[in-house]
């Protein structure tokens, strides 16, 4: 499948904030709502609801290009970049059931037809729903960083995840990867280094915030204004 990644926005960094996500100032945090990966994935099938099954393939089945984002949490960035790239589609995959309904519902009430979001288990889908090349970007955006060694396996980023995002992206797509944790943007770099031909980290300059919402997550917006650092990196495949 051949894809003109020109106007993609894995090659826009830059991105206008939505007003209407300004009252979502919540942090992804597991709750009783919002359970951790581990208890998630013991409840549930990789789809929350089973019909979503169709519902991603035929979305993602398409010549448009299609962008997808792991760990879409109350959705700043999907929002955001699916307003501003009207034909480009994308994909929001979020563990907690909750927030991928909200926003699922928040978009087709303000009138964005070229997002989805599916509640599910994103390792598992892009493994087993997502054909090869058929991918212009992939975004992972702060995710959770497991700090205790002994699970640190159940990152996202594992050696399989990787794998499998340079099998789906096109050729000269793009994957955005960014973290508050040195560790694991260190650790993740070197695994794809190590396991991966894509070509990179390229550096991704920090844009100034023109006003409070201006970030490109919720995540990054707590992290820059708490005055730490936020490790960005992006990553194309030849």
Same mark, same amino acid.
């Given at each position: $499948? &051949?894809?003109?990644?020109?106007?993609?926005?894995?090659?826009?960094?830059?991105?206008?904030?939505?007003?209407?996500?300004?009252?979502?100032?919540?942090?992804?945090?597991?709750?009783?709502?919002?359970? /951790?990966?581990?208890?998630?994935?013991? $409840?549930?099938?990789?789809?929350?609801?089973?019909?979503?099954?169709? #519902?991603?393939?035929?979305?993602?089945?398409?010549?448009?290009?299609?962008?997808?984002?792991?760990?879409?949490?109350?959705?700043?960035?999907?929002?955001?970049?699916?307003?501003?790239?009207?034909?480009?589609?994308?994909?929001?995959?979020?563990?907690?059931?909750?927030?991928?309904?909200?926003?699922?519902?928040?978009?087709?009430?303000?009138?964005?037809?070229?997002?989805?979001?599916?509640?599910?288990?994103?390792?598992?889908?892009?493994?087993?729903?997502?054909?090869?090349?058929?991918?212009?970007?992939?975004?992972?955006?702060?995710?959770?960083?497991?700090?205790?060694?002994?699970?640190?396996?159940? #990152?996202?980023?594992?050696? &399989?995840?990787? #794998?499998?995002?340079?099998?789906?992206?096109?050729?000269?797509?793009?994957?955005?990867?960014?973290?508050?944790?040195?560790?694991?943007?260190?650790?993740?770099?070197?695994?794809?280094?190590?396991?991966? &031909?894509?070509?990179?980290?390229?550096?991704?300059?920090?844009?100034?915030?023109?006003?409070? $919402?201006?970030?490109?997550?919720?995540?990054?917006? #707590?992290?820059? &204004?708490?005055?730490? /650092?936020?490790?960005?990196?992006?990553?194309?495949?030849?």
């Amino acid at each position: $499948m &051949q894809h003109d990644l020109n106007n993609s926005v894995a090659k826009n960094e830059q991105l206008e904030p939505s007003n209407d996500l300004e009252s979502l100032v919540v942090d992804n945090e597991p709750n009783a709502e919002n359970p /951790p990966l581990d208890s998630a994935a013991k $409840m549930r099938d990789r789809f929350f609801d089973p019909n979503d099954l169709n #519902r991603f393939r035929n979305w993602i089945s398409t010549e448009t290009l299609v962008e997808l984002e792991i760990g879409s949490g109350k959705g700043l960035f999907l929002t955001n970049a699916a307003k501003q790239n009207p034909n480009t589609r994308f994909v929001g995959l979020e563990l907690a059931g909750k927030y991928a309904i909200d926003c699922q519902n928040r978009i087709d009430r303000i009138g964005i037809p070229n997002a989805k979001f599916f509640a599910g288990d994103a390792v598992s889908i892009i493994d087993q729903d997502v054909p090869d090349n058929s991918l212009a970007a992939i975004h992972v955006y702060f995710p959770d960083p497991w700090w205790k060694s002994r699970h640190k396996k159940r #990152r996202v980023l594992s050696e &399989q995840t990787v #794998r499998n995002i340079e099998r789906t992206l096109v050729s000269a797509g793009a994957l955005h990867f960014w973290t508050d944790v040195l560790d694991y943007y260190e650790g993740t770099l070197e695994l794809i280094d190590q396991t991966t &031909q894509l070509q990179g980290p390229y550096f991704v300059s920090e844009p100034s915030a023109s006003h409070d $919402m201006d970030y490109r997550t919720h995540f990054e917006r #707590r992290t820059r &204004q708490n005055g730490l /650092p936020v490790y960005r990196s992006r990553f194309t495949k030849s």
